[in-house]
């Protein structure tokens, strides 16, 4: 069996991907990685003829150490088969400046369907392995979509319940009527009064409290998270950089061996780390391009190598990266360092006890061999919706918007690049038809059908009527009663 996983904090933590799955969170606050990662290897050759599902049996395999080649094949055809609405799961678009990789073709029409539709299919399969009697409890924050995904892939599975907290306005109206409607017996949904870094603290805090999980247990319930701290969300989302990269080939943009660029708009930092983890397993990749809204945490991070969450908090139209806490940044920050658990323990020890930390010139040298960043403000943001659809009729939402500003900042002419699409623009339809038109007093559900008028673009199906559902989920708390909250209501989810 190859190397298990340790956690970034403690070399001595060893898990088989199995246990790192249903457990998510390592007990000491660090989240799982593989120490050889630079040591695994795919071959691009192999996977020019192969599709979508192939590549992530074969990419999976590689990291699912304790999973039969079986047991993979069988989590991605159960994950991926008429799942999707476009057959190739995540097409590739190309307009004049890039390429555009559309990750929301999914059952809620986000980019985390991608990993969140196969991930409860590793759950199942990582209990039977681990012959757990208790129920897993999946508990995680969003910032707008992963809420939605999780509850759509755990709706109903057996042996799993699932809480999802939201920030009270955080989020779009589309992105919340999506989560209060959700159906499914074993699914809660609650919105906490603060943002998504205070829903996250706290769920993580929560990871870590003995005497919580101690009093869940109790109850015959093990917590697990849904979010990309969890290795079963992250490693998912590597497929599609190996996809866009074997469909450039195809389709003879690039030859097979040549160096791509990916620009990819991220909050949380777990999209782009994946790519992170594509590269080491020997994706031709030239830059990571960290694409930020005006809550610029990470390009002031990978520009200056200081990363300090000590700033305002902004709402902006691009609600999902309105982040100030990238957890996933910390598993980039153990390999940069060459697996230094230590030296991540003190830099997270420092982020939480003052707000902020600085990595020495040797990371930081590191960091800028691979990555570089850019961000957008609103209305470059809404610049850029406005001018891709008059001049090439396409219409992007607003995270996807403010990675395309950012590759037209830095245009590379001796590279491909391609632009991660992150979400249908009918998540966001009040931002996109103002980018088009100006402000408006109409709601996003008149919006999303003058929108579909005007660009004849399809509305997904999971989205068509959703304003009509009824709304099964009207919980509310203050984020100091997250604990509380959660041991009433997992007694009453199913």
């Known amino acids: ?98 390429h555009v990789l559309e990750l929301f073709h999914g059952p809620t029409s986000a980019f ?89 603290s706290g769920v993580k805090e929560l990871f870590l409290n003995e005497t919580f999980k101690r009093d869940l247990l109790e109850k015959n319930i093990k917590l697990s998270s849904a979010n990309s701290i969890n290795i079963g969300r992250l490693i998912p989302q590597m497929v599609y950089y190996f996809y866009a990269y074997k469909t450039l080939v195809n389709q003879g943009k690039i030859n097979c061996g040549d160096k791509v660029n990916f620009v990819v708009p991220t909050g949380n930092f777990g999209n782009i780390l994946a790519g992170y983890y594509a590269k080491q397993l020997g994706l031709p990749v030239n830059k990571l391009v960290c694409a930020a809204n005006e809550n610029n945490v990470l390009y002031d991070f990978l520009t200056t190598g200081t990363y300090n969450k000590n700033r305002e908090f902004l709402k902006t139209i691009s609600p999902s990266m309105d982040i100030l806490i990238s957890s996933n940044l910390e598993r980039l920050l153990y390999y940069v360092s060459d697996c230094d658990n230590e030296y991540v323990t003190q830099l997270m020890t420092s982020l939480k006890t003052t707000g902020t930390y600085t990595v020495n010139e040797r990371v930081l040298a590191k960091l800028k061999e691979t990555f570089s960043a850019g961000y957008a403000s609103n209305e470059e943001t809404q610049k850029t919706i406005q001018d891709v659809y008059v001049k090439e009729n396409y219409l992007m939402d607003p995270h996807t918007a403010v990675g395309y500003k950012v590759l037209l900042e830095n245009k590379d002419k001796e590279h491909v690049s391609v632009v991660l699409s992150t979400a249908s623009p009918y998540k966001f339809t009040k ?8 402000p408006t007093n109409d709601d996003e559900f008149t919006l999303m059908k003058k929108l579909h008028a005007e660009t004849n673009v399809v509305i997904p199906e999971n989205l068509n009527g959703l304003e009509d559902k009824i709304v099964l989920h009207d919980d509310s708390i203050e984020k100091e009663t997250m604990k509380s909250y959660i041991m009433e209501k997992a007694g009453q989810l199913v």
Do not use: W
């Open 431 to 438: 931002s996109v038809y103002e980018a088009l038109h100006g």
């Open 112 to 200: 985390k369907d991608v990993a969140l539709s196969i991930l409860p299919q590793f759950t199942k399969t990582a209990l039977t392995k681990n012959e757990m009697t208790e129920d897993i409890l999946i508990l995680t924050a969003t910032s707008g979509d992963t809420g939605k995904a999780a509850l759509e892939g755990y709706k109903d599975v057996d042996r799993t319940k699932i809480i999802i907290f939201y920030p009270s306005g955080g989020v779009s109206k589309v992105q919340e009527t999506q989560m209060i409607t959700q159906e499914g017996k074993n699914t809660g949904v609650c919105a906490i009064d603060g943002n998504f870094d205070d829903a996250q």
């Open 1 to 98: 069996m190859s190397q298990c996983y340790e956690s970034t904090r403690d070399k001595l933590v060893s898990k088989k991907a199995s246990e790192a799955i249903l457990q998510g969170l390592s007990e000491d606050g660090g989240l799982f990685v593989l120490r050889n990662l630079n040591e695994l290897h795919i071959h691009i050759e192999s996977l020019i003829d192969d599709d979508y599902l192939s590549i992530a049996t074969k990419v999976l395999g590689v990291f699912l150490n304790d999973f039969s080649e079986e047991e993979v094949r069988m989590c991605v055809d159960k994950a991926y088969t008429n799942k999707f609405s476009a057959k190739e799961i995540t097409p590739l678009v190309e307009l004049k400046d890039a």
